[in-house]
């Protein structure tokens, strides 16, 4: 017996050309944790941690020492000088969204120049949606540059918009989202930020980097962005956290912030980290391998998924700056069906079929695959979509690659050789 055998032998055939095809790629992939791991390992050692560092506070949070340490890890791995990672943050949309609205004031704009926000973050900002207590009930602008057909951003109009608005903050989102672009690599990130410094040397840089952590080896405050943040159920937890999110970045920015996460006065002095700070510790320990076995899935699925024909993208072998993978299916009914299959080769829920819902901070219907240990885990392997035009599938994750690997399989084998 082998796991072959559940399979149609020319599937197998595919997936051993595919094996084939994108090894030296893993092998890249696997260079790259390391270079990661490495980094990660050498923050613990240089802040000490303690096996009595990983009991975490309780009540007020104050002198977490623990904490501290986690705080100057993240800040040391991901290029920052300070950072806040806590569990009361409820989502990586409320850490970017406190990181955004927590360096204005009244008067002051937002500007993203990665054309509209992701979905979520359109609420956060006013832009979507009629959100109480949004920023436009404190006269702060939010506003973005769209983008080209090309999905690539346009500088000059960049420029030009940065000389007639001024605005306090420039932000970059790194991930696609969901929107039909590529997502944006460092060294792209790295462009924009020296275009808009030519205009607003001292404009302040956000970056949305949510799947970004450790799928490259460097981070958006290594080319020159302040201030950054991300959730914690995605990559930066190592598929281990329950809950939780980050903003990393300049000392003084990352201490302003903390008012809005907190209260006036308070800021990131207070935050009890309870029971999960061994978890949050460990995750980030295990981040760098966990989002390069995720990365590796990705590659595997790109592979795979053009073989059977379907539109794929970034393709297997081009450059990756984050987990996302996405398959073009042209219809709903195609994408729903890949997605059921998606979840009934998960480990939690497999006997579940997924449909199409409304989802909070979603304009469209949502379809999600999501059989995850973490409610909603996107670490782990899962794929989710708007039904809208052009009908894309964003897959991501995998806690391991086998796993990734055997899920897709198991997918093509549902919707291609099963059909009936
Ligand atoms: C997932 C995601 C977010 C929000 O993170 P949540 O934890 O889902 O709230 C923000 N921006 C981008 C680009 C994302 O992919």
């Known amino acids: 017996m082998s796991w072959k055998d559940d399979f149609d032998p020319e599937l197998i055939q595919k997936v051993a050309e595919v094996d084939q095809e994108i090894a030296p790629r893993l092998a890249a992939i696997d260079d790259q944790i390391l270079e990661n791991q490495a980094k990660v390992l050498k923050a613990f050692r240089d802040n000490h941690v303690a096996s009595s560092d990983l009991a975490g506070s309780t009540g007020y949070g104050q002198n977490d020492e623990g904490r501290d340490k986690l705080e100057a890890i993240y800040a040391q791995v991901l290029g920052g000088e300070d950072a806040l990672v806590r569990p009361q943050f ?54 973005y540059v769209p983008l080209p057909d090309s999905g690539d951003v346009d500088l000059e109009a960049v420029k030009a918009r940065l ?17 039909t672009r590529d ?73 302003r912030v903390s008012y809005r996460f907190t209260v006036p006065g308070l800021g990131g002095a207070e935050g009890a980290t309870f029971g999960v700070l061994d978890e949050m510790l460990q995750g980030f320990f295990q981040a760098p ?7 590796k899935g990705a590659i595997f699925e790109a592979a795979l998924l053009a073989k059977m024909g379907l539109t794929v993208n970034p393709a297997w072998d081009a450059p990756r700056t984050d987990l996302i993978q996405t398959v073009n299916f042209g219809n709903p009914d195609d994408m729903i069906r890949f997605t059921k299959a998606i979840q009934h080769n998960s480990p939690i829920d497999s006997f579940v079929t997924p449909i199409p819902e409304a989802t909070a901070g979603y304009e469209d219907k949502v379809i999600m695959a999501d059989g995850s240990f973490v409610d909603g885990s996107t670490i782990e392997f899962s794929a989710d979509g708007p039904l809208r035009p052009p009908y894309t599938l964003y897959m991501q994750g995998g806690l391991t690659y086998a796993h990734a690997k055997l899920g897709i399989i198991g997918a093509v084998q549902d919707v291609f050789y099963n059909k009936n």
């Not at 004031?105 to 937002?110: L, M, Q």
Request: hydrophobic residues 40%; charged residues 20%; contains cysteine.
């Open 183 to 255: 997502s944006f690599t460092i060294a792209k990130i790295a462009e924009m930020i020296k275009a808009v410094r030519s205009v607003m040397p001292d404009v302040w840089i956000f970056v949305d980097n949510a799947y970004g952590e450790f799928s490259e080896t460097r981070e958006p405050l290594d080319v020159g962005a302040d201030i950054m943040a991300g959730s914690l159920f995605k990559n930066g937890g190592g598929g281990m956290l329950k809950t939780g999110g980050y903003i990393v970045g300049r000392k003084d920015l990352v201490e």
């Open 163 to 179: 000389n007639q608005d001024h605005p306090k903050v420039v932000a970059i989102q790194r991930s696609c989202g969901y929107a």
């Open 289 to 295: 391998s966990v989002t390069g076995n995720a990365i």
């Open 90 to 143: 409820v989502s990586g949309t409320h850490a970017i969204g406190v990181g955004l609205l927590g360096l204005v004031r009244p008067g002051d704009e937002i500007l993203y120049i990665t054309g509209e926000p992701y979905d979520t973050l359109q609420e956060v900002l006013g832009m979507a949606g009629n959100a109480i207590g949004s920023p436009k009930e404190y006269g702060i602008k939010a506003d």
